[in-house]
């Protein structure tokens, strides 16, 4: 989270991925573009990125409501606002399939994003140009997971792609109910971080990072309730 920017995670991606990598919050895990807080469940790995990064560490389990009521309080206190949130918590959730599994990855995936955004609220509605990025999927859009073209069609991520479908609709509902804050769903591209390691797929965290930075970044007249990756907007 951030007085621009800061980090979210499940133990997902984000300490050692793409949150890692922009200078921005992600909630759980990344950095702030103002020598920000860091949201990190791991707080080894999340004290380590802080470091690296010259940021300030603040522990926050996206699937814990305490822990982000705490981490959010203390941002608050020492900030007064937030300017950008990266929500970028994910699990994949592959194999088998189970209803436990699946409240596990639609708890971090999609439940994360409303408990942190939420929470994040009353400091966004501080801030004189907010965003809030949710780091979503192409694999939760319809249109490319029925495209024989594209490598979606050929994934079997039954919980991941529909948790990423609700991150996206998410971002869509708080776009139009808070018009003052900008939401954008973001596809950062195919990265190679721990949780793609199995599939040994992927570019840089640094490379998929930008842009997520580009969108934690946009000014007042930037879109707001959109899928997009690197090209543009995404059919879904």
């Known amino acids: 989270m951030a007085a621009r920017p800061s980090p979210s995670d499940g133990r997902p991606a984000a300490q050692s ?3 890692h990598r922009p200078q921005l919050v992600a909630a759980d895990s990344a950095r702030g573009l103002h020598r920000d807080p860091e949201g990190a469940r791991d707080v080894e790995r999340g004290e380590k990125a802080a470091a690296e990064l010259g940021a300030r560490f603040v522990r926050l389990d996206v699937t814990d409501d305490a822990s ?3 981490a959010l309080a203390a941002i608050g ?7 950008v949130l990266v929500n970028n918590a994910g699990l994949l959730g592959h194999g088998d399939v189970d209803g436990p ?3 596990r990855v639609f708890d971090t995936n999609a439940v994360g994003i409303v408990r942190v955004t939420e929470a994040a609220l009353p400091l966004l509605r501080a801030s004189s140009n907010a965003t809030v990025v949710n780091v979503s999927s192409s694999a939760g859009s ?3 997971v029925n495209n024989p073209d594209r490598v979606e069609s050929t ?16 971002t869509v509902q708080y776009a139009k109910a808070e018009p003052g804050i900008r939401f954008n ?3 950062p591209g195919p990265t190679a971080t721990d949780m793609t390691a199995e599939f040994g797929i992927g570019r840089s965290p640094e490379e998929s990072a930008r842009v997520v930075v580009r969108f934690a970044t946009l000014d007042a007249d930037g879109p707001t309730g959109t899928l997009q990756d690197e090209a543009g907007v995404l059919p879904w």
């Not at 206190?77 to 300017?83: N, T």
């Open 17 to 19: 991925g793409i949150g």
């Open 77 to 83: 206190a020492a900030e007064g606002r937030l300017d």
């Open 185 to 187: 769903a973001v596809e």
């Open 142 to 144: 319809f249109w490319a």
């Open 101 to 103: 599994k699946a409240l």
């Open 155 to 170: 994934l079997p991520l039954a919980l991941y792609s529909a948790s990423k479908a609700a991150a996206t609709m998410l």
């Open 68 to 70: 982000v009521d705490s």
